[in-house]
C-alpha cells in the first residue's frame, strides 16, 4: 500500500467512526433506543427490532448451551443499549460492554440498573474498537461490522481476535445479490433517519480473516426478516 493509499484508508477510518459517533449520540439514538426498547415503534421499526433480538437469543442459547456461563469473562464490543451485555451479567458471566456511542452507554447503565441487583460482574464503557484491551475467553460483536469497510472490517477483526484467547463471536450483514441490490435502491435501511453507511460483507472474506487470525468458525446462524439481515459466526481458537 502506498503513502497516499495508507493516508486515505486512515482518513476513511476517522470519517467512519466519526459518522458513527455521531449519528448514535443524536438521531440515531432516538431511532434505536426505541427499536431495541418495548415501546411502540412503526412496523419496519418492529421487524428489525424482531431480527436483532433473535440474533442476541441465538448467541445467549449457544453460551448458555455450553454450560459455563457463570464466571466466563466476555467483551460485548459494541453492547449499545445493553442488549446482550445485561441478560450475560444475568446469567453470571462477567461483562464488559463498550460501545462508541455515550447515549447508547447511558442507556445500557440505566436498564442494567433496574434489573441487576448486583452489577458487580458488569462494566460499562464508553470505548470505540480500536481502543478495547485486556484477555477475555470470549469476545462478542454484533452488528457493528455493517458500519466499516472491508479494510476497517479486516483490522478490527484482527484486534478483537487478539483479545479474545478462546472464542469470537461475530455478526454482520452478508453480501449477496438480494441484499446489494435492497442497498443499491434504498431499501436495506429505510427511514429518514438512516445516517451511517451501509456496508455489506461477504462471509468467505471474513471466514478468511478469522482464520488469517487463528480462528476457525465451529457454529452459524442466519437471521433473516424483512427489514433485517444478520450472519452470524461463531469461531474458535485452533492449537497450535
Same mark, same amino acid.
Given at each position: 500500500?502506498?503513502? &497516499? %493509499?495508507?493516508?486515505?484508508?486512515?482518513?476513511?477510518?476517522?470519517?467512519d !467512526? *466519526?459518522v $458513527?459517533? +455521531?449519528?448514535?449520540?443524536?438521531?440515531?439514538? +432516538?431511532?434505536?433506543? =426505541?427499536?431495541?426498547?418495548?415501546? +411502540?415503534?412503526?412496523k419496519?421499526?418492529?421487524?428489525?427490532?424482531?431480527?436483532?433480538?433473535?440474533t $442476541?437469543?441465538?448467541? @445467549? %442459547?449457544?453460551?448458555?448451551?455450553?454450560? #459455563?456461563l457463570?464466571?466466563l469473562?466476555?467483551?460485548?464490543?459494541?453492547?449499545g443499549?445493553?442488549?446482550?451485555?445485561?441478560?450475560?451479567a444475568?446469567?453470571?458471566?462477567?461483562?464488559?460492554?463498550?460501545?462508541?456511542? %455515550? !447515549?447508547?452507554?447511558?442507556e445500557?447503565?440505566?436498564?442494567?440498573?433496574?434489573?441487576?441487583? #448486583?452489577?458487580?460482574? &458488569?462494566?460499562?464503557?464508553?470505548q470505540?474498537l %480500536?481502543s478495547?484491551?485486556?484477555?477475555y /475467553?470470549?469476545?462478542?460483536?454484533l452488528?457493528?461490522?455493517? /458500519?466499516y469497510?472491508? +479494510?476497517?472490517?479486516?483490522?478490527?477483526?484482527a /484486534? &478483537?481476535?487478539?483479545?479474545?484467547?478462546?472464542?469470537?463471536? &461475530?455478526s454482520?450483514?452478508?453480501?449477496?445479490? *438480494? @441484499?446489494?441490490l @435492497?442497498? !443499491?435502491?434504498?431499501?436495506?435501511?429505510?427511514?429518514?433517519? !438512516?445516517? *451511517?453507511?451501509?456496508?455489506? /460483507? =461477504?462471509?468467505a472474506?471474513?471466514?478468511?480473516?478469522?482464520?488469517n487470525?487463528?480462528?476457525?468458525?465451529?457454529?452459524?446462524?442466519m437471521?433473516?426478516?424483512?427489514f433485517?439481515?444478520?450472519?452470524?459466526?461463531?469461531?474458535t481458537? *485452533?492449537?497450535?
Amino acid at each position: 500500500m502506498s503513502v &497516499l %493509499e495508507n493516508q486515505t484508508a486512515i482518513q476513511n477510518t476517522v470519517d467512519d !467512526k *466519526t459518522v $458513527v459517533r +455521531e449519528y448514535f449520540n443524536a438521531t440515531g439514538f +432516538e431511532r434505536w433506543q =426505541r427499536i431495541y426498547g418495548d415501546g +411502540e415503534v412503526n412496523k419496519v421499526q418492529l421487524d428489525i427490532r424482531t431480527g436483532h433480538q433473535q440474533t $442476541v437469543d441465538t448467541v @445467549l %442459547e449457544w453460551l448458555q448451551a455450553d454450560g #459455563n456461563l457463570v464466571g466466563l469473562t466476555i467483551a460485548d464490543a459494541g453492547c449499545g443499549v445493553g442488549s446482550l451485555s445485561i441478560p450475560l451479567a444475568q446469567a453470571g458471566a462477567k461483562v464488559d460492554g463498550s460501545d462508541i456511542s %455515550e !447515549k447508547m452507554v447511558e442507556e445500557a447503565k440505566s436498564r442494567a440498573g433496574e434489573v441487576l441487583a #448486583n452489577a458487580s460482574n &458488569l462494566s460499562l464503557a464508553v470505548q470505540d474498537l %480500536e481502543s478495547l484491551s485486556g484477555k477475555y /475467553h470470549t469476545v462478542i460483536c454484533l452488528d457493528v461490522l455493517i /458500519h466499516y469497510p472491508q +479494510e476497517q472490517a479486516e483490522q478490527m477483526i484482527a /484486534h &478483537l481476535s487478539s483479545l479474545a484467547e478462546s472464542r469470537l463471536i &461475530l455478526s454482520f450483514a452478508p453480501k449477496t445479490c *438480494t @441484499l446489494s441490490l @435492497l442497498k !443499491k435502491i434504498g431499501s436495506f435501511f429505510p427511514g429518514p433517519s !438512516k445516517a *451511517t453507511r451501509a456496508y455489506l /460483507h =461477504r462471509e468467505a472474506d471474513i471466514v478468511k480473516m478469522l482464520a488469517n487470525n487463528g480462528f476457525e468458525v465451529q457454529r452459524e446462524a442466519m437471521t433473516r426478516t424483512r427489514f433485517y439481515f444478520s450472519r452470524l459466526l461463531e469461531a474458535t481458537r *485452533t492449537v497450535g
